[in-house]
């Protein structure tokens, strides 16, 4: 995970993480377990059909209660090529830019720990999905995606082969990458 | 899957959803399996730190390209209390909104299609998260949410076993359900 750098510049290099304050964070949670036990949380209103809208506000962590000074909208909707209205990103859409996000925070993360100076980072994809799952047509056919691309084109002062290991460490650390590869157990109650 | 109902007044139920549209693309798509075929897609961009931007545009399905009349922006970032500018919801609070909207969505078209007037639809989501996983303090650790709840707050025209089965079958039927409760294959690939 350490890595000497052969950039003689290292400190001159700023994608906007704070790898101090991430690495003193990584220090005061491995001293204090508790305090690295989460809760992340969404609440979602249907509004109307397929529209609805996801608020996101504190969370549980670093042994207490988060807030924050603002709380976040997602909306979603499906496409009028199913007869809705098209308000806003489908769900899997939402999924697939949380994968996005995560896999780009971490490359800039790593990059900075890294002293790699990032020019620009742009994740490109594509998740398949046959809808015979989804429209009950074919019991044998699942309901999510068989299989999701993603494409990284990066511009950094670093060689291909430190690019690519960017993205590695970058797939190695991401909480969302480990949520859509492997199984997670959802608890569905009602009323 | 065919329910009768006994509610008098079925055809008066409007919870917005287009099921005769829905059913008439599920008999298309049963004679046309190419047609059902589909690429979801998203591009993000990095913007500085941990923020940043994806865009959902077009997709491919029913045997072509698809476009839409607008694009969607979604924004991701980390919160201050890990040194980033919170202008964003995290990655896997994306993760929750995506699921939420997906079981959301579709509560109100098995409801539709099942005659019951839904009045109100809340999901209230909570995913469980050691970071000893994201920060590397421990590799026993996954770096994904250990379990996920989903609370569904559901006033509608039909009895407390009939909500449940409409939540139970929106389950059956989600893509995002799916991609988070099982494994999905994610390709990476650099430049």
Redesign the interface.
Known sequence: ?TTATSNADASKVN????VE??LG??EA??KA?EA???????????L?????R?T?EG?Q??GGE?T???S?K???????????E?N??????????????????G???VAQRRGIQ?H??????????????????DEDV?????????????KADAS?DD??AL?AQS?K???????????????????
């Open positions: 995970m994608n906007g993480v704070n304050a991430l964070a990584r949670l491995e377990p690295a036990q989460f809760k992340w949380r969404a609440s979602c209103e249907w109307n059909g397929t529209h609805s996801s996101i969370f962590g670093l988060q924050r000074e603002k976040f997602v909306e979603a909707d499906h496409p009028t090529q199913f007869a809705s098209d806003a990103p489908t769900p899997v859409e939402l999924l697939l830019s949380g994968l996005a996000s995560c896999l780009t925070a490359v800039a993360a990032l620009s980072v742009k994740a490109t994809l594509e998740g398949d999905m046959d809808l015979a799952g989804i429209l009950g047509i699942r309901n999510g995606f068989s299989a999701i691309r993603v494409h990284f084109d990066i291909a690019i690519k993205v797939q650390r991401s909480a969302a990458f480990d949520v859509i590869t492997n199984p997670t157990n959802v608890y569905v109650t009602v009323n």
